[in-house]
């Protein structure tokens, strides 16, 4: 398996409280990526990386926001939770286009 | 942007059987379709790609078809067994300069019988 790594891997929080996840990588992969998974929507792409400091918006990012201040790091905040958060949050790697994206082992989030 | 639409959303078939999963794209600027295989409770893995300058790509039981024209392409099981029970994911992707998205579909939950 690629060397990606996903903390915490279970979370429960409540409704208005701010939430980090963390996404790890250790292959020097230049893109990073966070998807959401919930049943009968597939993967949405929340927010994407293509190096150090640079980011941009997937089809689902209204309520979070991401940073990338090294090359093997990748978070994600809910700034401040909501219910429709719940959902299982899978952290993807790849070097580049036309290349296989690996991915994380996932972080169910619980809202409530 | 891009737009992916993948059918059937479940797919039941008998040990042996072969299975298709077709999916349609929107942008004409994708140019990557991998496939991949999410058992219950694990991780999306990519079992098969294909780039726009081939047609079609075969790995033993699995094979995937593309029509550029239509913008759609199809993955192929054969001899399908119960370990192939997953659910199966279509994307796309363009070759947009420093920019990556991969796009996926919704789904299909194979369910192969014994």
């Known amino acids: 398996d690629a060397g990606i790594t996903q903390s915490p891997r279970h979370k429960v929080t409540e409704t208005g409280t701010p939430v980090t996840l963390r996404c790890h990588q250790t292959?020097?992969?230049?893109?990073m990526y966070w998807y959401r998974q919930d049943p009968g929507h597939g993967l949405r792409l929340i927010h994407y990386?293509?190096?150090?400091?640079?980011?941009d918006k997937g089809e689902v990012s209204d309520g979070y926001s991401v940073s990338r201040s090294k090359t093997e790091d990748f978070l994600l905040t809910l700034e401040s939770a909501t219910s429709s958060q719940t959902s299982v949050y899978f952290c993807?790697?790849?070097?580049?286009?036309?290349?296989?994206?690996?991915f994380g082992q996932g972080t169910r989030l619980t809202v409530v | 942007g891009e737009n992916v639409e993948q059918h059937p959303s479940t797919l039941s078939v008998q040990e042996g059987d072969s299975a298709v999963i077709k999916c349609t794209y929107s942008?004409?600027?994708?140019?990557?379709f991998p496939w991949y295989k999410q058992e219950l409770g694990k991780r999306p893995q990519l079992i098969i790609d294909?780039?726009?300058?081939?047609g079609e790509k075969k790995d033993q039981r699995i094979a995937v078809t593309l029509n550029k024209t239509a913008k759609h392409f199809s993955l192929h099981i054969t001899e399908t067994q119960p370990e192939d029970s997953a659910v199966y994911f279509c994307a796309a992707s363009p070759n947009g300069g420093s920019n990556y998205k991969l796009t996926f579909g919704k789904g299909t939950l194979l369910t192969v019988n014994p």
């Open positions: 990386s293509y190096g150090v400091k640079d980011t």
């Open positions: 993807a790697i790849s070097l580049g286009s036309n290349t296989e994206a690996f």
């Open positions: 942008d004409s600027a994708s140019n990557y």
């Open positions: 294909i780039r726009s300058n081939v």
């Open positions: 292959e020097n992969h230049r893109y």
